[in-house]
């Protein structure tokens, strides 16, 4: 049974940082597809970042964001900095047991098999 477990999110004044961590069970998170998104009150879950042969992010975050994996403790983590009040939102991390095809990129919610419960983070301005 595949669990994905996100933490670190909290609340960090504009220009701050924070990283949130996303612990895996039943994949191996190396081997698979990992996606953060976000949701924020009244919008629809966004793209955030994808792990899969490369990482791709989304425009908004690129450049500010950066997310990779510890295989030894089956973790990917989204570190996020000069973080803005529009960054505000519930996180959510995804996973795929498999990566398909090298050119295909992963950036929607369907394009998602497993999803953690999700991590809020607020950031005043």
């Known amino acids: 049974q595949v669990q994905l477990v996100e933490s670190g999110g909290g609340l960090v004044q504009a220009g701050g940082s924070l990283r949130l961590s996303c612990a895996a069970s039943?994949?191996?998170?190396?081997?698979?597809?990992m996606g953060w998104f976000r949701q924020a009150p009244g919008k629809e879950r966004e793209f955030v970042a994808t792990?899969?042969?490369?990482?791709y992010y989304a425009d908004s975050v690129k450049g500010r964001f950066t997310s990779a994996w510890d295989n030894a403790k089956n973790t990917v983590y989204l570190q996020m900095n000069s973080l803005k009040p529009e960054d505000t939102a519930v996180y959510y991390c995804?996973?795929?047991?498999?990566?398909?095809?090298?050119?295909?990129?992963?950036?929607?919610?369907?394009?998602?098999?497993?999803w953690g419960q999700g991590t809020q983070v607020t950031v005043s301005s």
């Open positions: 995804a996973a795929n047991e498999q990566r398909l095809s090298p050119t295909f990129r992963p950036t929607m919610t369907s394009d998602f098999r497993y």
């Open positions: 039943g994949l191996t998170v190396s081997r698979g597809a």
């Open positions: 792990i899969s042969w490369s990482t």
